[in-house]
T-cell receptor, first 113, second 112 residues
Framework: EAGVTQSPTHLIKTRGQQATLRCSPI?????VYWYQQALGLGLQFLLW???????NRGNFPPRFSGRQFPNYSSELNVNALELEDSALYLC???FGQGVLALHFGNGTRLTVT | SQQGEEDPQALSIQEGENATMNCSYK?????LQWYRQNSGRGLVHLIL?????REKHSGRLRVTLDTSKKSSSLLITASRAADTASYFC????????????FGAGTRLTVKP
């Protein structure tokens, strides 16, 4: 069984640009979570999608957005990049809502210069 | 916002010793989970304890949960150098649509 895959592995952008990060969940998983992890810090909750719908979002500005496709893969878009957006962006999937373990990808390292 | 807080922030022990990490959280939960993260990589699920359970074991891991104190502990017995990693607790907020929130983590270093 393939795990959660994220692309690209690394992404370098300049301030003001847009970044698109992609996530493919484990086959059969319908929930996708996005987290931001700044260097040396904990995980900050960004977005949660389930069955194509946005279920909840964390305390981030609207320039952080995303969507979930019919095949349950997901995309995170960050507009008008700022230096402090530099972080590891982690995607996780689970089968349905809550209760169950999250399976994480290895993340996309976004660097904003 | 984060839900849990791990304590201590960093822990350094010798191989063979036991490591205890604590987690406190703020709201009512369905379950609490512990995850491990090796440097710069994704998190790996270790163990899940439900709100109606008080203790759970998995190999060298022992987790306790005290819902009256809104706290949990993770004990790793007979630690190994390979246990060196960051450990995070995660909770689902019963009143906030069940999404999963993580603490800031405990950085464990096991010296050979």
């Amino acid at each position: 069984e393939a795990g959660v895959t994220q692309s690209p592995t690394h992404l370098i952008k300049t301030r003001g640009q847009q970044a698109t990060l992609r996530c493919s969940p484990i086959s059969g998983h319908t929930s996708v979570y996005w987290y931001q992890q700044a260097l040396g810090l904990g995980l900050q909750f960004l977005l949660w999608y389930d069955e194509g719908e946005e279920r909840n979002r964390g305390n981030f500005p609207p320039r952080f957005s995303g969507r979930q496709f019919p095949n349950y893969s997901s995309e995170l878009n960050v507009n008008a990049l700022e230096l402090e957006d530099s972080a590891l962006y982690l995607c996780a999937s689970s089968f349905g809502q809550g209760v169950l373990a999250l399976h994480f990808g290895n993340g996309t390292r976004l660097t904003v210069t | 916002s984060q839900q849990g807080e791990e304590d201590p922030q960093a822990l350094s022990i010798q191989e063979g010793e036991n490591a205890t990490m604590n987690c406190s959280y703020k709201t009512s939960i369905n379950n609490l989970q512990w995850y491990r993260q090796n440097s710069g990589r994704g998190l790996v699920h270790l163990i899940l304890i439900r709100s109606n359970e008080r203790e759970k074991h998995s190999g060298r891991l022992r987790v306790t949960l005290d819902t009256s104190k809104k706290s949990s502990s993770l004990l790793i017995t007979a630690s190994r150098a390979a246990d060196t990693a960051s450990y995070f607790c995660a909770t689902d907020d019963l009143y906030n649509n069940n999404d999963m929130r993580f603490g800031a983590g405990t950085r464990l270093t096991v010296k050979p």
